[in-house]
């Protein structure tokens, strides 16, 4: 089956820059989700179809993906932001297609 | 977009059945645009897909979980709901309902449960 790696963990001072990956073989032939998760709650869509934000998601967040690499991206960090966060595909090359997640990434806000 | 609430026991014997609702409001479970599913994560743990079913058409289940599963639609009510027979204590999880949106070959979730607790113990 298919298998998605993330660090387990990323740390950022507020206003800086976070960059988030999301390792799988040839994943750049996927389309990549991104989830955040804070601390008690269930986990929200941030970014969908490699790239696209759903409403509501602020233009801070950004995604990209290409070769074995997708990346989160959050720019102007806040406070707010600390939270897991998971990647996801759909994987269709087995028999049995389903839903792969990452072990997710907890971004630290120093 | 759909607004989704799980309900069911907190706590299961070991070998007996889990089952859980998803009322789903603020739109129609027989929808074309959406397809219902179930995400768990055990404590302090990551997300796991447990499976997935459109209104119409055969249900998607983890490879996994396959053999234990299922996942059925009750448009009447306008829920969808999950069985997992033969628990064990790896089955303890926060379970989520989810709505998704299939595109272009790919699958993502675009709407959650606040989700819901299920130990498994005796």
């Known amino acids: 089956s298919y298998v998605l790696t993330q660090p387990p963990s990323v740390s950022v001072a507020p206003g800086k820059t976070a960059r988030m990956t999301c390792g799988g073989n040839?994943?750049?032939?996927?389309?990549v989700h991104w989830y955040q998760q804070k601390a008690g709650q269930a986990p929200a869509l941030v970014i969908y179809y490699d790239s696209d934000r759903p409403s509501g998601i602020p233009e801070r967040f950004s995604g990209s993906n290409s070769g074995n690499t997708a990346t989160l991206t959050i720019s102007r960090v806040e406070a707010g932001d600390e939270a897991d966060y998971y990647c996801?595909?759909?994987?269709?090359?087995?028999?049995?297609?389903?839903?792969?997640f990452g072990g997710g990434t907890k971004l630290t806000v120093l | 977009q759909p607004e989704l609430q799980e309900s069911g026991p907190g706590l299961v014997k070991p070998s007996e059945t889990l089952s859980l609702t998803c009322t789903v409001s603020g739109g129609s479970i027989s929808s074309s645009s959406y397809y219902w599913g179930w995400i768990r994560q055990p404590p302090g743990k990551g997300l796991e897909w447990v499976g997935r079913i459109y209104y119409s058409g055969a249900p998607y289940y983890s490879p996994s979980l396959k053999s234990r599963v299922t996942i059925s639609v009750d448009p009447s009510k306008n829920q969808f709901s999950l069985n997992l027979s033969s628990v064990t204590a790896a089955d303890t999880a926060v379970y989520y309902c989810?709505?998704?949106?299939?595109?272009?070959?790919?699958?993502?979730?675009?709407?959650w449960g606040q989700g819901t607790l299920v130990t498994v113990s005796s």
């Open positions: 989810v709505s998704g949106i299939a595109v272009a070959g790919t699958h993502w979730f675009d709407s």
């Open positions: 040839n994943i750049g032939s996927k389309s």
């Open positions: 996801q595909v759909w994987d269709s090359s087995s028999d049995h297609p389903g839903a792969v």
